[in-house]
T-cell receptor, first 114, second 113 residues
Framework: AQSVTQLGSHVSVSEGALVLLRCNYSSSVPPYLFWYVQYPNQGLQLLLK??????LVKGINGFEAEFKKSETSFHLTKPSAHMSDAAEYFCAVSVYTGGFKTIFGAGTRLFVKA | DAGVTQSPTHLIKTRGQQVTLRCSPK?????VSWYQQALGQGPQFIFQYYEEEERQRGNFPDRFSGHQFPNYSSELNVNALLLGDSALYLC????????????FGEGSRLTVL
């Protein structure tokens, strides 16, 4: 069975500062990894995904994440935070078990201070 | 190109009642997954439908059931509602072999009084 752990339920950064949201996963088979963002009262939107190939993945809005198999991590970063980045971020892992099943972490709420 | 649409957007029920939530997947998608998101929590996997059959199920009781229609749309039914069923119910669609990348609707917010 797969699982996802997001370290820190809340992260606060100043506008222009580095954003780092941490995610560790557990999976018995090679996983596909995702980051989604959720704005208030909305569904989830895909930020980026790792399936195969390059371990550094670039997504929308300047976010990127690096897949580190040895550390079972998939941390999300952005060099410079913007006020519009304030939202809830979810890390997710998907494995094939007769169909792809996607499991989400508990989420990290990002606050951006002016 | 319409994305994932869900209805209703909000509803209020009382304990013991039954509720049906509806979802139309994104054009070209054949698989529908349902998630429950309690306030301040991550989405919890309820079940997944493909070819009109439940293919996978999460740790939810039999009070939660579903259906998929030939046009790939889906319903989520919850019987004997409990206060703890209050949550945002999210529908997500995908291609069955498409790495698990999900496209979400905006959800149906259920309040049980």
């Amino acid at each position: 069975a797969q699982s996802v752990t997001q370290l820190g339920s809340h992260v606060s950064v100043s506008e222009g500062a580095l954003v780092l949201l941490r995610c560790n996963y557990s999976s018995s088979v090679p996983p596909y990894l995702f980051w989604y963002v959720q704005y208030p009262n909305q569904g989830l939107q895909l930020l980026l995904k790792y399936t195969t190939g390059a371990t550094l993945v670039k997504g929308i809005n300047g976010f990127e994440a690096e897949f580190k198999k040895s550390e079972t991590s998939f941390h999300l970063t952005k060099p410079s935070a913007h006020m519009s980045d304030a939202a809830e971020y979810f890390c997710a892992v998907s494995v094939y078990t007769g169909g792809f099943k996607t499991i989400f972490g508990a989420g990290t709420r990002l606050f951006v201070k002016a | 190109d319409a994305g994932v649409t869900q209805s209703p957007t909000h509803l209020i029920k009382t304990r013991g009642q039954q509720v049906t939530l509806r979802c139309s997947p994104k054009s070209g998608h054949d698989t529908v997954s349902w998630y429950q998101q309690a306030l301040g929590q991550g989405p919890q996997f309820i079940f997944q439908y493909y070819e009109e059959e439940e293919r996978q199920r999460g740790n939810f009781p039999d009070r939660f059931s579903g259906h998929q229609f030939p046009n790939y749309s889906s319903e989520l039914n919850v019987n004997a509602l409990l206060l703890g069923d209050s949550a945002l119910y999210l529908c997500a669609s995908s291609g069955f072999q498409n790495t698990g990348e999900l496209f979400f609707g905006e959800g149906s917010r259920l309040t049980v009084l």
